[in-house]
């Protein structure tokens, strides 16, 4: 038996609005079998998340949720604010890991927040592919909820930063003060009030 490692990859560790998401990708052998040309293209075009245009994000995702076995864990800015980052993070991986089923788990980054069998990778995004799959799948599942949620509010203009520490961001936080959807956890030294 081939080993089957699933990639995990978070998406709004750094935002101070909206969820935290976290993705696992695992290439199942019996899919790889079809269409073998189409899929040997897709691999050349994964890269990491970040380093991809909104539209060729998209267009990956839509492969990927054809072609692999995958879990995306959303965890909301209550419980971030409530139990905290590491543990929105170890609750996410938990998930995924008793969801699929693989030989390694592989996580991006240098912490695997105390979860017993995921290993880590620094930059592991830009190294095995089903970690850059997962970082697809959680960065359009996120940007896509932030998408969807803006409409909600408009006085915050979540299309554009998509809850990511901005200046304009910050100046509508200034003017409006936090949302329900916002981090209120996060210290932010722009907000604190000067002497002068």
């Known amino acids: ?39 040997e293209n897709f691999l050349q075009k994964l890269n990491d998340s970040k380093k ?14 054809e072609t692999c ?10 419980t971030i604010d409530e139990k905290g980052l590491s543990f929105a993070i170890n609750y996410a991986l938990n998930e995924i890991k008793k969801t699929l089923k693989a030989n390694k788990y592989l996580f991006d980054g240098n912490s695997n927040f105390g979860v017993k069998g995921i290993e880590t990778l620094i ?39 998509k809850g990511y520490i901005t200046k304009e961001h910050i100046e509508e936080i200034k003017k409006n003060g936090f949302s329900d959807i916002h981090r209120k956890s996060y210290r932010l030294k722009a907000l604190e009030p000067t002497l002068f």
């Open 1 to 39: 038996m081939a080993m089957e490692i699933c990639g995990i990859d978070e998406a709004g560790r750094g935002p101070i609005a909206g969820p935290l998401v976290v993705a696992g990708c695992i290439f199942k052998n019996e899919k790889l079998k079809v269409k073998s040309e189409k899929w």
């Open 52 to 65: 991809l245009n909104a539209k060729k994000r998209e267009e990956l995702f839509e492969i990927i949720q």
């Open 69 to 78: 076995e995958y879990h995306i864990v959303f965890v909301d800015n209550k």
């Open 123 to 161: 930059k592991g995004d830009g190294k095995i592919k089903q970690i850059s799959a997962a970082s697809i799948l959680a960065k359009v599942s996120r940007d896509k909820y932030m998408l969807e949620i803006a409409d909600k509010y408009p006085m915050y203009n979540f299309k554009k930063h």
